[in-house]
């Protein structure tokens, strides 16, 4: 089951400055499991202990899986998942 996994710039020092990179998993959990495998420290910077990172927002397919089922959420062949830091700052 190929998967595609947009990867934000500031996380592909992981990925050899690949955009996006293809990975494997019947859930959102197995999916990051499986790109530690080859990218080394990636899934540290997605989630801490068994939930996403409070400021890292992933989507499936164009919709945020914090409104589906978080790290459980199913994947099927094809998916698109995209993974995006939360920006924040600007002025006063």
Known sequence: MAIEVRIPTILRSYTDGAKAVEGNGKTLADLLADLE?????????????????????????DEDVRFLDGISTELSD????????????GMR
């Open 78 to 89: 094809g998916d698109n998942v995209t993974i995006l830091p939360a920006v924040a700052g």
């Open 37 to 61: 495998t080859r990218h080394t420290g990636i899934q540290a910077r997605i989630v801490d202990g068994d939930q996403l990172r409070r400021f890292v927002n992933v989507y499936l397919n």
